[in-house]
């Protein structure tokens, strides 16, 4: 699987098509499942930045509770 990122206007379109499924402890990282079984989690990277910065939603092979 290679890795992909999703940013600005590709993420809030994206957005639209996935159906939240949890939110970690401290509330930064959200996670998503697609329609097609892919999960998503939308995640602050750049935690120097107030508020984290922008949002980046971000493909992974399987969530932290699995």
């Keep these: 699987m290679t ?19 949890g939110i970690d402890e401290n509330g930064w990282n959200i996670y998503y499942i697609a329609d097609n079984f892919e999960k998503w989690v939308e995640e602050y990277p750049n935690s120097e930045f107030h508020g984290g910065g922008l949002p980046q939603l971000r493909l992974i092979k399987k969530f932290p509770w699995e």
């Excluded at 890795?3 to 499924?21: A, C, D, N, T, Y």
């Design 3 to 21: 890795e992909k990122i999703l940013k600005g206007e590709s993420l809030i379109e994206k957005k639209k098509s996935l159906q939240k499924v």
